[in-house]
């Protein structure tokens, strides 16, 4: 397997010639003695969302197209996975019996944490634990907010893109705070403008269901 190394920030700059649907690992990184600032981490999101839009060039099933992945926390390690082809099915199949947004949710909840056992199993997050769960955090493959935060956006627009998601459209990132600490998550909003809900994956361990709630309720859980 071949890994290109490479500041997260260069991303787009540097696969604005990376094949759709090649076969290789992408790992990026960052200074481990740089932690990601406010502003700091909206690039690396910005620069991970790119390189999976030049991914999916040509691509013709979002779903087994490889994803850009963030491996550590503040995204500071990046790489391409790819599913396969019953993994994928296993995905739609979890949305066939979506009758309205609220079943829906129920199936993005469980798509999510389908996608990170599989995604798990390759790049080594199976490890990721619980929110912010000390024991342990010095293992590699810990994910926090922001990472999360990354990866399921990355997801939800897979979904999106292979039709799966009729009842809902992806937002974009949400915030809270407590007195210096922030955390962030991802909207989804029904069609119907309604209500809007997070996808917090942040919340559990590695294939775990995210919590998906109103945005409302969300906004005023003081965990970080």
Not at 97 to 108: F, G, H, P, V, Y
Not at 125 to 142: H, I, K, M
Not at 170 to 188: M, N, P, S, W
Request: proline share 4%.
């Amino acid at each position: 397997m071949k890994y290109l190394l490479f500041p997260v920030l260069a991303v787009s700059a540097l696969l604005s010639g990376f094949p759709a649907g090649a076969e290789m690992l992408v790992e990026a990184e960052m200074p481990a003695a740089a932690p990601v600032q406010r502003e700091g981490w909206l690039e690396v999101a910005d620069a991970v969302e790119v390189a999976n839009i030049q991914s999916l060039a040509g691509a013709a099933d979002p779903l087994t197209t490889p994803m850009g992945l963030c491996e550590q926390r503040g995204c500071t390690a990046f790489a391409f996975q790819r599913l396969g082809e019953e993994e994928g099915e296993q995905l739609r199949g979890l949305f066939a019996q979506s009758r309205n947004a609220e079943d829906e949710r129920l199936s993005i909840g469980r798509a999510i944490a389908l996608l990170e056992r599989f995604m798990g199993a390759r790049n080594g997050t199976w490890r990721d634990r619980a929110a912010n769960e000390r024991e342990g955090e010095d293992e590699p493959g810990q994910l926090d907010c922001i990472a999360e935060s990354i990866n399921t956006r990355t997801y939800l627009d897979r979904l999106a893109l292979a039709g799966l998601m009729r009842f809902h459209v992806r937002g974009d990132f949400i915030h809270r705070y407590t007195v210096v600490l922030q955390h962030v998550a991802l909207e989804i909003v029904p069609i119907d403008g309604q209500r809007r809900f997070a996808v917090d994956s942040w919340v559990g361990a590695n294939g775990e269901e995210p919590e998906i709630v109103p945005y409302d309720q969300w906004r005023w859980e003081w965990g970080v």
